[in-house]
């Protein structure tokens, strides 16, 4: 896998972190292997926190039609769910660091089987932290329609991470295109970052003709696009870790493009749309570089002195032509 640091600042009290742009198989313990190589460099390469994608350990696997299909997939989801793989993920959690020096967190998306419902989730693993406890776990809302067979959508619980270099909110994939959402975590919950874990598709047509405009990859557009606005309707940072490359189950083409946006919206690093990469970014300064984009143009302070919740519907008025 190529690896990609870049060093935010000299400041060395900042974390580094590092986003995982990785093709994910259909293979569970491949992909369990690719991600414990991935988190043995992070130990040497004094990383604090990790971000894998969506379904790292399943992988996003389905284009499925049949019952006959959708048993299968059920099944190969269950085979990865976190109970299944609990001695591995325990090697990870004791090998985390918790004097700030080392690798302290690792964001993971999985799996998750709750009274007899399966539920696309997102976990913490950190020394201070029970990764089974229900407040800890954040459930994906959103659920495109192909997903809906399979999972069951969260309720509208957000999960907040505080640690000593900012605090963060979680989406998972879908999620992102809700633009409520994401203003809860930035405007009700205060965070300094929003972390997306996706296995966002990249081939979509759209096109124009009589404005000689045309796009074969649509969603990859939008996946720019959504983070991007996200940081800066927001002005929080933006971290955004995809799935790359075309699966060997489905053969749908994901988009990669794992990346950092800034809270001006600005993007200041960005993963292949190819093949695997690893993003370090060093020293990067979350919690004081969002506030100093604040006190430039703080947005806030118009949303909170003008906005206000309607009590109820307005009403829609037909005008006869």
């Not at 406890?133 to 069951?152: A, G, M, S, T, V």
């Not at 929003?194 to 557009?221: C, L, Q």
């Not at 189950?249 to 946006?261: A, D, E, H, P, T």
């Not at 979350?286 to 703080?298: G, L, N, P, S, V």
Request: glycine fraction near 6%.
């Amino acid at each position: 896998m190529r690896i990609v640091e870049r060093v935010f600042s000299e400041n060395e009290d900042y974390p580094n972190l590092l986003l995982a742009n990785i093709h994910i198989s259909a293979n569970i313990q491949q992909n369990l292997n690719k991600m414990e190589d991935i988190l043995e460099l992070a130990h040497y390469k004094d990383v604090n926190i990790v971000i894998f994608p969506e379904l790292c350990v399943t992988g996003y696997i389905w284009e499925a039609n049949s019952d006959i299909e959708a048993t299968q997939v059920r099944e190969h989801l269950l085979s990865g769910e976190n109970k299944r793989i609990a001695p591995w993920i325990k090697n990870v959690w004791d090998s985390l660091k918790t004097d700030g020096k080392g690798l302290e967190y690792v964001l993971f998306n999985n799996v998750r089987e709750k009274n007899g419902s399966l539920y696309n989730a997102a976990y913490v693993l950190n020394k201070e932290i029970d990764y089974n406890e229900e407040e800890f776990i954040y459930h994906k809302i959103f659920l495109p329609k192909d997903e809906q067979r399979y999972f069951k959508g969260g309720t509208d619980k957000r999960l907040t991470i505080d640690t000593k270099w900012g605090r963060y909110g979680l989406l998972i994939c879908y999620d992102l295109n809700f633009v409520e959402l994401a203003r809860k975590y930035a405007f009700t919950d205060e965070v300094d970052a929003i972390i997306t874990m996706a296995a966002w598709r990249s081939e979509a047509t759209r096109e124009y003709p009589e404005m000689n405009v045309k796009t074969d990859h649509y969603y990859g557009f939008l996946w720019q696009l959504m983070n991007s606005s996200k940081a800066a309707y927001n002005q929080v940072w933006s971290l955004g870790v995809n799935t790359v490359g075309a699966h060997d189950k489905s053969g749908v083409y994901f988009w990669g493009g794992s990346g950092v946006w800034a809270p001006s919206g600005l993007q200041l690093l960005q993963a292949s749309n190819i093949k695997d990469e690893l993003l370090i970014i060093r020293n990067i300064d979350i919690k004081e570089q969002a506030h100093k984009e604040r006190d430039e143009f703080d947005y806030r302070i118009d949303f909170h002195s003008v906005y206000r919740d309607m009590e109820e519907p307005g009403k829609y008025v037909g005008y006869l032509t």
